[in-house]
């Protein structure tokens, strides 16, 4: 039996057009995980960090603060959209919560403040239900 496999997407950006950027490339994933069903999951999360607003419905323990959530019917795709930034230690206990004996990459590329939270969460949640392995990239100017 094929083992399933997941894959999730947080991508951090400021402004909500900028996640125009890789529209079409977003789509082929979403795409593809959906005819993959029952054999690949995907979960991808688009955190619009410039333009905050609290969404008065917002469940207290969700990963992210402030969620507008966009489900699609299909179970093996998620998508949602949230604004501010990423709570990365509850979104990497959700990922921990979710799962029982996975192994999982992390790649984050970002500004070092963004890769020692990343490190800081993954090494907090790492080694519970899930074994988290980081690859980083850090870029400034």
């Not at 947080?10 to 959906?34: I, N, P, T």
């Not at 489900?71 to 604004?83: M, Q």
């Amino acid at each position: 039996m094929e083992q399933r496999q997941h894959a999730h997407l947080l991508w951090m950006v400021k402004r909500r057009e900028h996640a125009g950027w890789f529209v079409d490339e977003l789509c082929q994933l979403l795409f593809l995980s959906a005819q993959r069903a029952g054999q690949i999951s995907f979960d991808l999360t688009i955190a619009i960090t410039g333009e905050y607003s609290q969404s008065a419905t917002a469940p207290k323990d969700a990963p992210c603060s402030g969620k507008d959530v966009v489900a699609d019917k299909h179970a093996a795709v998620e998508r949602r959209l949230v604004h501010g930034r990423p709570d990365m230690s509850r979104y990497f206990r959700a990922i921990d919560e979710r799962y029982s004996k996975l192994d999982a990459a992390v790649s984050v590329c970002g500004p070092r403040v963004l890769i020692w939270s990343v490190r800081l969460a993954v090494a907090k949640w790492s080694g519970r239900n899930v074994l988290f392995d980081v690859e980083e990239e850090a870029f400034e100017f």
